[in-house]
Nanobody, 119 residues
């Protein structure tokens, strides 16, 4: 099992920045990749960004490319999402997830952290 705890959400004005953190514990050696997802009010959950645990390859949704940066600190078993130039449409609950090497699927999820961007 892998446990994930997010932090760093909050209220920010449009154009501002926030950094989300996701601390992983448990069987972290089994992690293949870490990702961030979000669910806006009344909408489906959507992919935001992903980083491979070993090589650091990153992928982003088109909607956040150039504004958000995902990074990792393997020594701390922590993944970050630096969010710049925030827009009101970025308002959502943000979830950290871990994909296991065996399944290559996002099997583990954090509890979520709320991000609200005011106009």
């Amino acid at each position: 099992q892998v446990q994930l705890v997010e932090s760093g959400g909050g209220l920010v004005q449009a154009g501002g920045s926030l950094r989300l953190s996701c601390a992983a514990s448990g069987r972290t050696f089994s992690i293949y990749a870490m990702g961030w997802f979000r669910r806006a009010p009344g909408k489906e959950r959507e992919f935001v960004a992903q980083i491979s645990w070993s090589g650091g390859s990153t992928y982003y949704a088109d909607s956040v490319k150039g504004r958000f940066t995902i990074s990792r600190d393997n020594a701390k078993n922590t993944v970050y999402l630096q969010m710049n130039s925030l827009k009101p449409e970025d308002t959502a609950d943000y979830y950290c997830a871990a994909a296991a090497t065996v399944s290559r699927a996002y099997d583990y999820w954090g509890q979520g952290t709320q991000v609200t961007v005011s106009s």
